[in-house]
């Protein structure tokens, strides 16, 4: 944020976004209702969780008659519990970014090496992690140590190593349904990045991409989806670069195909309708 300040960037705090004025003749949003505060707005990116839009849908009047946007009410939303801590030691992590499964039936978790992916954290003589759980809903209702030990126990199962470290710090951060619930037919309640107002965006884990990325990292691409799209129709700036994700391996591909297979055969059966989509 730092960074975004020093290229003129302004954050205001504890406002809420209420409702946007349309312009009429350009279907364009010209301003927005914040709190009882109006901002001009030559371009407009939401760029929020699935929880937050839901609210800001419901309580616009200009969003609520859009169907695109009614759609994503349909959407459900899970919980998500993020932990950093800095532990008194160096670990070694063969892998930076780390999917596990497998600890607790209840959630499934990440883990990541923030010395090795942050440059802030690089010559940090101590480990520094973050672990991501999802589907978090009975460890957001534990206290900041019972999460630490809850952590220290699952890094533990993945890395022998773990056992022996101590936590030096922690910041624990709790996101009550903020996180897109992906179950089967979620896909066609999502909606794109462009909307049917010229100059507004949508960025997040509940926007459709062609990436390929989900979760946190689809909520970051999408992000720089929408900067360029603004740059695009403002005609000003520069053009963010998006890495491609790397090509699914031969058994993914192989899924894929069977899939598009099976979906071509099921629109051709009758009742079609009624399979999931």
């Known amino acids: 944020m730092d960074l975004l300040r020093t290229k003129g960037c302004r954050f205001l705090h504890n406002r809420k976004l209420m409702d946007f004025f349309i312009d009429e003749e350009t279907g364009c949003i010209s301003d927005l209702v914040c709190s009882n505060e109006i901002y001009k707005a030559d371009a407009v990116i939401l760029a929020v969780g699935v929880s937050t839009i839901q609210e800001i849908i419901k309580d ?41 499964s497998g600890n607790d039936d209840s959630f499934g978790w990440t883990f990541f090496n923030l010395n090795a992916l942050h440059d802030e954290h690089k010559e940090s003589p101590v480990t520094v992690i973050q672990a991501d759980f999802y589907y978090a809903s009975e460890l957001l209702r534990l206290g900041d140590d019972e999460v630490v030990k809850k952590v220290m126990t699952c890094l533990s199962q993945c890395i022998k190593d773990f056992e022996t470290a101590s936590v030096m710090d922690k910041q624990i951060e709790r996101f009550p349904k903020s996180m897109t619930h992906f179950f089967p037919g979620s896909y066609k309640h999502m909606m794109r990045g462009s909307t049917s107002f010229p100059n507004l965006f949508a960025a997040g884990d509940w926007i459709k991409t062609r990436h390929g990325s989900w979760g946190q990292e689809k909520s970051y691409v999408t992000g720089l989806e929408a900067a360029n799209r603004v740059v695009d129709f403002l005609g000003d700036g520069n053009f963010a670069k998006i890495i491609p994700v790397e090509e699914d391996e031969p058994h993914i591909q192989a899924l894929r195909s069977l899939n ?18």
């Open 260 to 277: 598009r297979s099976f979906n071509e055969i099921r629109t051709q059966l009758p009742f079609s309708g009624y399979f999931l989509q």
């Open 60 to 100: 616009s009047a200009a969003l609520c008659t859009s169907k695109e946007f009614l759609k994503v009410l349909k959407l459900a939303g899970i919980d998500v519990l993020s932990a950093k801590l800095f532990l008194d030691r160096k670990v070694n992590i063969p892998q930076a970014s780390n999917a596990c």
